[in-house]
Each structure stands twice: as C-alpha cells, then as structure tokens.
C-alpha cells in the first residue's frame, strides 16, 4: 500500500460527500486532469484538489529537505484550512462587493443569484450576499480533518 493512500481517498470522500462529485474510479485521472469519465470535474472539486496537491507536494518535499515526519492527516488538515481560507475571501468578496454597492448610485446592480449560489455546497448568502456562512457539510468536514490530525500528532 502507498504511503498516500489514506490522503487520497478522504480527499475523495471529501469530494463525494460534501462537493457532490462523482465516485472516480482513476483517482490519478482525477488528480492530473481533472476529469472523472472524460467530464471535467467542477470549479469547486479542481479548486480543493489543487489545494491538496500543493500541501501534499511541501510536506512530502519536506521530508526529503528537512527530515521531517509526513503525516497525511496533518495535510490533510493544512489543505482544508487552506481550503477554507479561500472559500472565505471569495465570500468576503462579494460581501464587499455587495456592501460598497449599496453606498452607491449602483444600487440596482447587485450579484447575481446565480454567482450567490454557485458553490452552494460550501457557503451560503443572505441577503443578497450581505452576509454568508459556511454549510454544515463544509465545516463538519473541516473538524473532522483537524480531530485527525490532532490524534495523530505527536505527543
């Protein structure tokens, strides 16, 4: 068995349970090309698998450099903390947005629905995007990753 086999699949579950993507049968497909049967994968899912990817790729690199120990539950952490710092400041965005347009003679330009809602599985607005939070699903999975990744460290 691969050392990073465990990573991939709660990454997978991840993607299933909470994102809503398909079941991938090649999850190196998946991970290279972003695709599960020849259909890309959505905005979402690319975006957390570049996030896993890019803290798998440090920490692992970091046992090489700096004799560290790789953990997978600790990247897995660190990529849904990473993950969810980007959720938020694409919220926070539009919050902005939203706010500054209603100080203006903009008022009827607000955003749209459709952007409000188009990563409905991970944060949801109110108020025509004056206010957000995080879904259940997002923020379950976000704990779940840290109670793993605390078990695991070393004592």
Same mark, same amino acid.
């Given at each position: 068995m691969q050392a990073h086999a465990p990573l991939l699949g709660c990454g997978h579950q991840f993607l299933t349970t909470v994102l809503g993507t398909p079941q991938a049968r090649n999850l190196e497909r998946l991970i290279v090309f972003n695709v599960i049967r020849d259909q890309l994968v959505s905005v979402e899912s690319y975006a957390f698998i570049r996030h896993a990817v890019n803290h798998f790729y440090?920490? /692992?690199?970091?046992?090489?450099t700096h004799a560290k120990i790789w953990r997978w539950e600790t990247t897995f952490n660190r990529a849904m903390k990473?993950?969810?710092g980007a959720v938020y400041a694409w919220a926070q965005e539009i919050?902005?947005?939203s706010?500054?347009?209603m100080?203006?003679?903009?008022?009827?330009k607000?955003?749209?629905r459709d952007t409000l809602q188009q990563f409905h599985t991970l944060?949801? /607005?109110q108020d025509s995007g004056f206010a957000f939070r995080l879904t259940p699903a997002f923020l379950r999975a976000i704990q779940c990753a840290?109670?793993?990744?605390e078990a695991k460290a070393p004592t």
């Open positions: 440090r920490d /692992f690199a970091m046992v090489d990473s993950y969810r919050k902005v947005f706010t500054n347009r100080y203006t003679a903009q008022k009827k607000l955003v749209p944060v949801q /607005f840290k109670d793993a990744a």
